[in-house]
């Protein structure tokens, strides 16, 4: 896809996509893990891609300076986009957080940059899986 078009879509255009593409990485990462029955795999993945983990990991990504200037322009534009669903188990602005968090996902994959994705996803999946070990 163009530049141009992926520039021009709505937020939730991109977060759309975003959300699969980076769900797909925590997916792989539970299977390599050694998690495989149906019920913990889902258990798991909610740790990795809830609305309230996406917003914690795009904060960080933001206070670590992981992001470009054009990153962080793709993730307001998600974050500020109107949506006309509710958020589930979580309050607005955490929503719309995670929102721009999968926006910026769904931006990286439609304009082919996809070793940016997996340096990202990689990045989160490691900064959740620290939480974990830190809470046992």
């Known amino acids: 896809m163009s530049q141009q078009?992926?520039?021009?879509?709505?937020?939730?255009?991109?977060?759309?996509?975003?959300?699969?593409?980076?769900?797909?990485?925590?997916?792989?990462?539970?299977?390599?893990?050694?998690?495989?029955?149906?019920?913990?795999?889902?258990k798991q993945a909610v740790k990795f891609v809830s609305a309230k983990a996406q917003a914690r990991l795009i904060d960080q990504l933001q206070q670590e300076?992981?992001?470009?200037?054009?990153?962080?322009?793709?993730?307001?534009?998600?974050?500020?986009?109107?949506?006309?669903?509710?958020?589930?188990?979580?309050?607005?602005?955490?929503?719309?957080?995670?929102?721009?968090?999968?926006a910026l996902f769904g931006y990286l994959k439609l304009t082919d940059q996809d070793e940016r994705i997996a340096q990202l996803a990689t990045w989160c999946i490691d900064q959740v899986e620290k939480e974990l070990a830190n809470n046992e």
């Open 5 to 42: 078009l992926a520039n021009e879509l709505n937020g939730i255009a991109l977060a759309y996509l975003g959300d699969g593409v980076y769900e797909v990485f925590v997916r792989i990462h539970l299977l390599e893990k050694g998690v495989t029955r149906p019920n913990q795999l889902q």
């Open 65 to 102: 300076s992981l992001l470009s200037d054009a990153e962080i322009g793709v993730y307001h534009r998600g974050r500020n986009a109107k949506s006309y669903t509710k958020a589930k188990h979580t309050d607005v602005i955490t929503y719309r957080m995670s929102t721009g968090f999968e």
